[in-house]
């Protein structure tokens, strides 16, 4: 009878350690309900993609059959082929491209040694300035738009690049706020004592950035360098209103003019079942190139995330 009694024992203790877990986060239950939160979160984020890739494969059978949902019984590629033109995807993708990297790159610069003056250095009014930064970033690009356009029309700058890339050399641009505040977060956690023996071997303060401090960024700078590339890459506002007489356009307002077109057809002829495919194929024409990169610098990225204490 005692014997039984142990034994019983030690299988309710088991059956609480594998149930509960000796820790709070070791358990199954714990275990399963995080699990079932990332299944559902993923599934909400990773539905529209699979609705798009398998939408914009399909044939005029596959549309007509409302037994086709998800997965097509064949595979047609005339859809992308059809984005490709009205998109006018090379010309829109070279632009996009050399709007974004010139911008992520400028604001790495920029914004990097203005994260590093805010964090190390003494000059006046810094904290007024830096809560000028703040408000900066705060306001609503819309109260700002239209003196930026009266500015940038009086330069000559509208229907041209310019608006979008010259902002970028002075830390402006595209949330370049937000990536001074990074920089500064970052440079403030690295140890003094890098810069204190860079200047005993008489560095200016010009070669302790440069030659010390920016090289050690890496982590910051992939953050920034994919955020700002992301952000200018989907970016529609400061193009749409900076750019909208102009034939050659970014990607994002060619995917507006494509489905602007459609939807005129549309009124004209009445709903075509070929428009949703379309617009899939070109959304995922566009969405491509930003996930290509992330999928080669995810793992820098999350550290850098991690380290600029954008988590915390």
Known sequence: MRWETIDWQRWLVLARNFFLGKEANKGFIFRLFMYLILIDTAFIYVKPILYMMTTMVKDMTNLLDPSVIWVPRSLYFGHLSE???????????????TVSLSVALLQIVSCAIAGYAFARLEFPFKRTLFVCLIFTFLMPPQVTILPM??????????????????PAIFGHGLKGALFVIIF??????????????AKIDGASVFRVF??????????AIIVVFLFSFVWNWNDFYYPSMFMFSSKEVPLSISL?????????????????????PIKMAASFLIIMPPLIIYSFTQRWFVEGVERTGLVE
């Open 149 to 166: 356009i009266i500015m940038f029309k009086n330069f000559g700058w509208i229907n041209t690049y310019y608006p979008l890339i010259i």
């Open 256 to 276: 507006s003019r494509l489905a602007a077109s459609l939807s005129a057809e549309a009124e004209q002829s009445g709903p075509s079942i070929f428009a949703e």
């Open 83 to 97: 984005a490709l033109r009205l998109l006018k995807y090379g010309t829109a993708f070279s632009i996009s491209i």
């Open 184 to 197: 500064r977060q970052f440079f403030s956690t690295l140890p003094k004592e890098l810069e204190e023996a």
């Open 210 to 219: 440069f030659r010390v401090m920016l090289p050690i960024s890496s982590s």
